[in-house]
């Protein structure tokens, strides 16, 4: 028999607890696993051996759907970096005190990053019982080794599904108007990109799509906004919320502070709301900026079938690894085809994940840097297919709590 | 037979095609029924005579199930204000010229003062062969006359939905942080009170919830957020846009410009971030503020049935009332029973609703003025049961366009 440990880390998404629910069903169907361990709050829970008994919590095919539609890390999420030796060894203390071979650990960079480290540390030591192995998440998309990110379908097809709503919107009044859109994305503009899905029904779409990828040009912009007022009355621009100019900073850097977090990233927002007070002064006409914030990571209610369904088997790869023995690799999906979209699951070195970040090429924007090509509208697409049956209750979505 | 003009006007709703729908519904089936004109971008499409033929825009039964799921006025809406009689002459002119007997107008209060005064110039000027009728809409739900109004429910669904999922994001660390989320309602709350009903699955929803209907007093509001940050890692609060303090002054008013709009209404936004470095400078935490922005009016995809069913009953009653020759009503929906939730759908004199305002009742508020009460769940509950069935097209949701 051997005992499972699964935990959570990173930001918020509405896939990650599809992930654990695969990492749980292919716990319960192998026939090989006794203790179905969730940590609270990650590697964090792990130091404080925070547990919840997943078998208690998870038992019926209701609660598993339930879990799926859950937005956010329902075994919670920390943002502890691990730096000392000292850590590590505490960890594996308390694998071995509970008896677990298999930690599972679902995230994001920073979450591969301690996978990456725990599994080295494991064999530095001789430690050949314990498997450590990584889900990946994140809505940024920008995970090498995957194709994609559980997390990111999702939240592209309630960035597209919002543009295309907004549009509409925008477009009810005779006057000029400049409506810009922030998307999430620091370094990597995929999130930003998928706004150009909005136009797969034959829509306009946003009329510029500014990726954090290119140079990002007060004048340049300025005359892109102008041209497109000159047809029409209300002109959507999307932008990534790290555009940032050729010298490497930040547009939000001219009102943000300069506060870090505990791994050293600014805290930066705001972009929108610099570039709406340059249309302002330099155009004049009406303008708003707007947001997508935490809702375009969390809005499961409006999650992509294929990302719910990808997320869950990357959860049982991740999961089947583990019970086989690997150690210091991440489940992956691999792309086969466009069209038909078909994928496999398949698992990758962890070393070739940690602390790499996955760009947007570029050839899959155009020469003109404000918009994306037919390359990334054929990679993205598939990902935000299909609709899930989502359990409402009063109105609302209903959600599981684990603790 | 008798020939019909229909527009739409004021700020986008999810409902508002909806309302269109069951106006054509009602033409097309009435039996008596000539030309279904549409008008683009409300009253101002009338003065400029811009019409569309909505027989042929709008013919199947599904074109009739996108318009109901598409946002925001299909056929446009303006922000004109009419202010000379002898723009009304000239609308009376126009209607005539296209030979129609029914006017009916789809609108919030600035419409509703519309169809109040051309109706009330065509019986001063003895014109007793046009018919005007408006037909309710804002998600401010701030119309007097009705029990709420089209496009509300669809609007407190999503902020319901949203705030549900924004707390599970919140929740997932342990670290004291504060959320500070604003909501549309310069004037109203209704909007900002549907946030509580995040709460009826057993979640804890907003810790706090503030509408612009009590004085907002900073130093209250900083102890009540240290209060709960005594017992809660993660603080979710509901503001409206439109909290000001006991002399009227508006919480936002710190950062805004005193611009107007063409109804003398000031351009308000950003209550959310001045309470965020209030947060940010007296408690010290992690503080985020979110804009829920055009988003809570336009997020068609997860629109209430109940709204969507009882908006297009209201334009089908409206359209009914015009070709019964009533004028200067608007339709209303009549609540009978909230469990079970029964309504009727009368016509009710527009003079009651022009320029008149319901705000939330005191004792739909809770003494401590941050929180709302049993009646006003009783009253919110009923308007967003129900969920429609989205058609979904490449992964987005299809809308219909008449022009």
Chains 1, 2 share one sequence.
Not at 65 to 82: F, H, M, V, Y
Not at 162 to 189: P, W
């Amino acid at each position: 028999m051997k005992n499972i440990l699964v935990a959570q880390s990173g930001g918020p998404t509405a896939a990650i607890n599809a992930t654990l629910a695969g990492v749980i069903t292919c716990a319960y169907s192998s026939g090989i696993t006794g203790k179905v361990l969730g940590s609270c709050n990650g590697i964090q829970g792990v130091l404080e051996e925070r547990f919840v008994d997943l078998r208690d919590k998870v038992q019926s095919a209701q609660d598993m759907d339930l879990l799926c539609q859950t937005p956010a890390a329902a075994l919670g999420s920390c943002r502890l970096k691990l730096t000392e030796e000292q850590q590590y060894e505490q960890i594996v203390e308390v694998l071995r005190r509970n008896q677990i071979n298999c930690f599972i650990y679902i995230g994001g960079n920073d979450s591969m990053d301690t996978v990456h480290k725990l599994s080295a540390y494991c064999s530095e030591h001789g430690i050949d019982d314990i498997s450590v192995i990584g889900a990946p998440k994140t809505i940024d998309n920008d995970l090498m080794g995957t194709d994609h990110c559980p997390g990111f379908g999702s939240a592209a097809k309630y960035i597209s599904t919002t543009f295309s709503e907004l549009e509409r919107d925008c477009h009810v009044y005779t006057m000029k108007a400049v409506t810009i859109v922030e998307v999430m994305g620091r370094n990597a503009g995929w999130l930003t990109a998928a706004s150009a899905l909005a136009r797969l029904n034959g829509a306009k779409g946003p009329n510029l799509i500014y990726l954090c990828e290119t140079d990002f040009d007060n004048s340049k912009f300025i005359a892109d906004v102008k041209q497109e007022l000159e047809t029409c009355d209300s002109v959507v621009v999307a932008i990534s919320e790290g555009i940032k100019d050729k010298d490497g900073r930040y547009v939000s850097e001219q009102v943000q502070s300069s506060a870090v977090d505990n791994f050293g990233h600014s805290y930066i927002a705001g972009s929108a709301k610099v570039l709406e007070n340059l249309v302002r002064d330099e155009i004049g006409c009406k303008v708003r900026s707007i947001e997508l914030n935490l809702m375009q990571r969390c809005a499961a209610h409006i999650a992509s079938a294929v990302d719910i369904q990808e997320s869950k088997m990357l959860g049982m790869r991740a999961c089947q690894a583990a019970l086989e023995g690997e150690t210091g690799k991440m489940a992956a999906v691999i792309r086969k085809g466009d069209a038909p979209y078909t994928v496999t699951y398949e698992t990758v070195p962890v070393s070739q994940v940690a602390n790499a970040e996955k760009k947007v090429p570029a050839d899959f924007i155009t020469p003109d840097g404000h918009d994306v090509t037919e390359k990334m509208i054929n990679y993205l697409k598939p990902l935000i297919q299909g609709e899930n049956t989502v359990i409402y209750e009063n109105g609302i979505p209903k959600h599981l709590a684990l603790y």
